[in-house]
Structures are given as structure tokens and as C-alpha cells.
């Protein structure tokens, strides 16, 4: 079976990113996870935004030690920062035992006003955030970290920073994507997905063919943009920091690699933070 198809395979038969009970409701939020002392810090009042830290005290410390890492360098401070102080959205960071997959992560609970504007979106960070890494396919940038991690030239810090600099990235992405065509989204993917099951994984179908117009893509393509626009950010965040390593152009060739193997019409995307003015090295991107 081909990727693609096998993509939209996996897509349609297990859960879709833009479902309602996926995107609403991030898994953080169980009964186990509620009942857990928590610390909560920086709680902004709601019109005003700012960034609400909701971290169970057994977890503060290893919480601490990833958000270090990440305001280690100017990207990160700066995306903090703005959402910090931001005028309208309230941005909540939970740590959660999630129970499916504990270093991973995901963003969801968007809520826009009457204006338009994203007003409040939740991270939920797994407790071992600092182990465990995606596939290259969609996730080239933190895959790239492994062999560099098993050498010892990084800390598992640096791999919990970079999940949070993409998850910053969702964030920053979906403020910028309509309330009508998100929640438009959430409503036709399931549709999409049960005429592809049933018509024998036929994409150019008239109705899915349609349906794709209608949403800015198929679900296959919304995926790969959502995740990548999280690696782009992923990837700001770690051309800062390892610009200086003596590793920085094997780590970059290493993700180069990858985006030019499975994310081919993405490219241009990554190459443009490899060239960005204030990038010491650009690695052999063009």
C-alpha cells in the first residue's frame, strides 16, 4: 500500500487530529490527573491573557528543568514573553500522566471570541517528556535529535524543550487560522474519512475531491501541515541552540535529509530558518 494511502488508512481508522474529542478536550485532564496536588502559577485573569502553569508538585522539578531549556534561548524568551503578555489570549501548560503516551504531547481546548480572536488554548505535556522519539516522517527535527542524545552531546532537556517549542508552533498557527474553517474542519474530516472508508480509498471521489476544497486540504494534508508548522518552530528553537556546537551541521544535514525524503513540499519552509538572517551556519541548505 502506498504511504499515502496507507496514511489516510491509519487516519481514518483510529482518530483524526482535528476530531472534536481529540482537539476539545485535551487528555491531561483525567480524573487521576485532576486529583494530583498541583502547583499553579502566572494565572492570568481572562481578559487579559497571559500564561496559566498548571504542574503537579511531584512533576515541578523536571517541569522546571525543560522550561529552562527552552528560555535558554532568544526564540524561546521571546514566544514566552509574548504570551506572557499577551492582551487577549490565556494560554494554560499542563503536566499530565496522560496514560496513552507519557513524552508526548499535544494542544487542543481552543476558544475564540466574539471578534474572532483565539482567546485560550491549553498544552498538555506528558511527564516523560524528555525520552521518546516520533518518527522522522512527520516529526524530522525531533527525530534528529536521537543519535546526538545517545552520544551525549544533549541532555533529554533539549528533546522536552524542542516538544515545546512545536507545540508553541501549534499554537502560534491556529491563531492565525479562522474559527469558521477550524470548526469547519473538525465537522467535515469524520465525514471525509467514513466516504473514503467506504469507497475503497478512492481520493479523487467528486465528494472528497469537494469536501477537500471546502476544508483547505485533505486530511492527510492537514496533518502535514499542522505537524510541520509544529517542526518549523521546533526547528527555530534549535537552530538557537546548538549554533555554537561543533554538531550544529550534522544535526541540521541529519533533518535536511529527512524533509527532503518525506516532507518534500515542505521544504522550503525548513530552509528558510536555516537561512534566516542571524543563523551562523546554513548546513548546506539552499
Not at 534549535?238 to 524533509?259: N, Q, S
Request: glycine content about 6%; aromatic content about 10%; proline content about 5%.
Amino acid at each position: 500500500m502506498p504511504r499515502q494511502l496507507f496514511v489516510f488508512f491509519l487516519i481514518a481508522t483510529t482518530i483524526s487530529i482535528l476530531s472534536p474529542s481529540l482537539k476539545a478536550t485535551p487528555r491531561g485532564e483525567s480524573k487521576s490527573a485532576a486529583s494530583e496536588k498541583t502547583n499553579e502559577r502566572s494565572s492570568p485573569s481572562p481578559e487579559t491573557g497571559g500564561i496559566h502553569e498548571v504542574i503537579p508538585d511531584k512533576y515541578k522539578s523536571r517541569y522546571e528543568e525543560w522550561k529552562s531549556e527552552f528560555l535558554s534561548t532568544d526564540i524561546g524568551k521571546a514566544q514566552w514573553e509574548m504570551y506572557s503578555h499577551h492582551p487577549r489570549l490565556t494560554l494554560t501548560i499542563i503536566v499530565a500522566n496522560t496514560g496513552k503516551s507519557t513524552n508526548g504531547a499535544g494542544t487542543g481546548k481552543y476558544k475564540w471570541n466574539d471578534a474572532g480572536e483565539l482567546v485560550s488554548a491549553t498544552i498538555v505535556l506528558g511527564t516523560q517528556l524528555d525520552e521518546g522519539y516520533p518518527s522522522s516522517v512527520y516529526y524530522p527535527v525531533m527525530n534528529a535529535l536521537e543519535p546526538f542524545e545517545s552520544r551525549q552531546l544533549i541532555g533529554g532537556s533539549v528533546l522536552a524543550a524542542t516538544k515545546i517549542a512545536h507545540e508553541f508552533g501549534h499554537v502560534m498557527k491556529i491563531s492565525t487560522t479562522p474559527e469558521d474553517l477550524y470548526h469547519l474542519q473538525v465537522q467535515l474530516v469524520p465525514v471525509y474519512n467514513k466516504i473514503f472508508l467506504s469507497n475503497g480509498y478512492n481520493v479523487n471521489d467528486p465528494r472528497l475531491v469537494d469536501l477537500a476544497k471546502k476544508m483547505g486540504g485533505n486530511p492527510v494534508q492537514l496533518w502535514e501541515d499542522r505537524e510541520y508548522w509544529g517542526e518549523a518552530n521546533a526547528m527555530l528553537f534549535l537552530r538557537d541552540r546548538v549554533e555554537k556546537e561543533k554538531f550544529h551541521c550534522r544535526l541540521f544535514a541529519k533533518i535536511k535529509r529527512a524533509v527532503e525524503e518525506y516532507a518534500k513540499d515542505y521544504e522550503e519552509r525548513f530552509a528558510e530558518i536555516a537561512k534566516e538572517q542571524g543563523a551562523i551556519y546554513t548546513c548546506g541548505w539552499r
